[in-house]
């Protein structure tokens, strides 16, 4: 029997088929082709393993093997098989369109996930390309009992998409958030088996995946084999929500993961209302722009009808879903829009998590509204709305992520606080403790420890770190008006130096004196020379 293929070899093998394509389109579209390519060698590689148990456990012949699979799987033609599509030597990019949208009309759950990357165009890629593609999926089989675990092919998918994301650059952070931040957030909203978790903006599924391991680890975390939890998310573009589908699907778990703008359009619904979730967590794009597309529609209307271009206001913004309650975020900042979103999707006694950037803690005018409403409550003409929200914030090091080298914060809001942490909000200032890297910062296992750990101590005891973890009364950040700058409520510990104002002071006059002996000196110089004024 082959020896299986481990996860080190698994890895390695994939990344190699990025070379394959260096030169032929830009990096950053590496992984929409790669994956499908991925999914396929999977796909086949599976189907031809069970024609085999078949065949082997009820002596059937390879046609009915095949045709009672089919009954299960969906018409699976030999032009879509993997034996068919590498003996081919032109036009394979159709031929892969073609198995791709076979595959798509037999599961309906990939609909549109295999066929948002198209193939077929010579221009991008050329038969040669994509035979030397194939040649180099072919050298190793893909099946359940040629791998030491089932969803190995998951993890080694996930690093793919890390290792996209890194080659990428900038445009990495479109669709991955470090693995080391996601798992941070999913230790502190603490996902329980049996609940929902929903994200919002998805992006490659990697929080839904992590939400999923972490309740998998935990007593009957595990239902008939697969994580005991159901979830949910949704992602605006379009191949990184195919890669999303991809990368639940190799894990073997399932999720209902959407398509489409979470804040103009949400796709989770019961009914005309936002579906609610036990669970919510995200990482939004920072400072997303223009976030409402209706009212920036309307404006650009307005400029093709000759009228002079117009800043829309977006007090003009009307939510059918009920959403922005605490107020409307300015039209350059949408990180309260997402949290308001995520609010709105959680149950009573639910728990969000939401990575957003530092600005969000301090920025005035109506972020700054918004802020004081999740803190204290309001007491608007639209109705009283519930304060107290904050369970935590975590300042983050900066140079995280890959689009931005800012420094973030995780904020916890809480719809049931337990009643010993009312009236207090946990800060912890980790923006110290780090691995530095050259061009981007990385969370240890210690770091994400020690902030887990130290939320924990606050959250049941209200324990309190030095220069590290404080629990801060909303008494206290009403005196500061509402501002939650991390800097104002934990002291990094660092000594200051003392300045000696007077002694300053006589130095200065010494330099003064020591500078009119230089200029005398320069003009006696300048004079011996005939060059004086």
Same mark, same amino acid.
């Given at each position: ?7 080190? +070899? ?24 790669? #994956? ?8 086949? $590689? ?53 198995? #791709?949208? &076979? ?11 295999? +066929? ?26 893909? @099946? ?13 998918? =996930? ?17 991955? &958030? ?5 798992? /941070?957030?999913? =230790?502190?909203? !603490? ?13 490659? @599924? ?16 595990? /239902?008939?084999?697969?994580? !005991? ?48 979730? $036990? ?13 409402? +597309?209706? /009212? ?30 605490? @107020? ?47 803190? #204290? ?5 639209? @109705? ?6 904050? =369970? ?80 801060? +009364? ?16 934990? $002291?990094?510990?660092?000594?200051? =130096? ?36």
């Amino acid at each position: 029997m082959a020896d299986k293929l481990s996860l080190e +070899t698994l890895e390695s093998w994939l990344w190699e088929s990025a070379n394959i394509l260096r030169g032929s389109i830009d990096s950053s579209d590496f992984k929409n082709y790669i #994956f499908g390519l991925l999914f396929l060698k999977r796909y086949n $590689d599976v189907f031809e393993e069970r024609v085999s148990k078949l065949r082997e456990d009820e002596g059937l012949s390879y046609q009915d093997a095949q045709e009672e699979i089919e009954d299960k799987w969906g018409a699976f033609p030999i032009s879509a098989r993997w034996f068919d599509l590498i003996s081919r030597s032109e036009n394979i990019g159709e031929a892969l369109d073609k198995a #791709f949208a &076979t595959i798509e009309a037999n599961n309906p759950e990939l609909q549109h996930v295999l +066929t948002a990357t198209q193939y077929g165009d010579k221009r991008v890629l050329s038969d040669t390309t994509l035979q030397r593609l194939l040649r180099h999926f072919n050298q190793y089989k893909l @099946g359940n009992e040629d791998m030491y675990k089932a969803d190995m092919l998951g993890d080694a998918y =996930e690093y793919l998409i890390k290792q996209f994301a890194d080659d990428a650059g900038k445009k990495g952070g479109e669709f991955y &958030t470090p693995k080391a931040v996601v798992q /941070l957030v999913v =230790e502190l909203i !603490n996902p329980q088996p049996g609940h929902s978790v929903y994200d919002p903006t998805c992006g490659s @599924g990697g929080m839904l995946v992590e939400s999923a391991h972490h309740v998998s680890r935990q007593p009957n975390g595990t /239902l008939m084999g697969k994580p !005991n939890l159901l979830l949910y998310g949704q992602e605006k573009n379009l191949g990184t929500w195919a890669i999303a589908k991809l990368n639940l699907y190799l894990h073997n778990m399932h999720a209902a993961i959407e398509r489409g703008d979470t804040l103009v359009d949400p796709k989770h619904l019961d009914g005309d209302y936002l579906k609610t979730f $036990d669970r919510v967590i995200a990482n939004p794009p920072f400072s997303a722009k223009f976030w409402w +597309t209706p /009212l920036e529609l309307s404006n650009e209307h307005e400029q093709e009808n000759g009228k002079k271009p117009k800043a829309p206001s977006y007090k003009q913004v009307s939510d059918p879903y009920g959403r922005l309650v605490y @107020g409307i975020p300015p039209r350059g900042y949408a990180d309260l829009a997402f949290a308001q979103h995520m609010l709105a999707s959680l149950k009573a006694d639910g728990r969000m998590g939401i990575i957003l950037p530092h600005g969000v803690l301090f920025r005035s005018g109506e972020e700054g509204n918004i802020r004081k409403g999740l803190l #204290f409550g309001t007491n608007a003409a639209s @109705g009283n709305q519930q304060g107290d929200l904050i =369970e935590a914030i975590v300042g983050l090091p900066s140079a995280l992520f890959y689009n931005t080298g800012i420094p973030a914060c995780v904020l916890i809001l809480n719809k049931q606080k337990p009643a010993a942490l009312k009236g207090q909000v946990i800060i912890i200032d980790a923006s110290r403790e780090y691995l530095e890297g050259k061009a981007q910062n990385n969370l240890r296992v210690e770091d994400i420890t020690r902030i887990v750990n130290a939320h924990k101590a606050a959250f049941e005891q209200q324990t309190e770190v030095k220069n590290y973890c404080r629990v801060v +009364t909303l008494d206290e950040i009403r005196s500061n008006d509402g501002n939650l700058n991390i800097a104002r409520y934990i $002291d990094n510990g660092e000594i200051k =130096e003392t300045v000696d104002v007077a002694a300053v002071l006589v130095q200065l006059e010494k330099l003064a004196e020591v500078e009119a002996q230089i200029d005398s000196r320069l003009n006696r110089y300048l004079a011996e020379l005939g060059l004086a004024k």
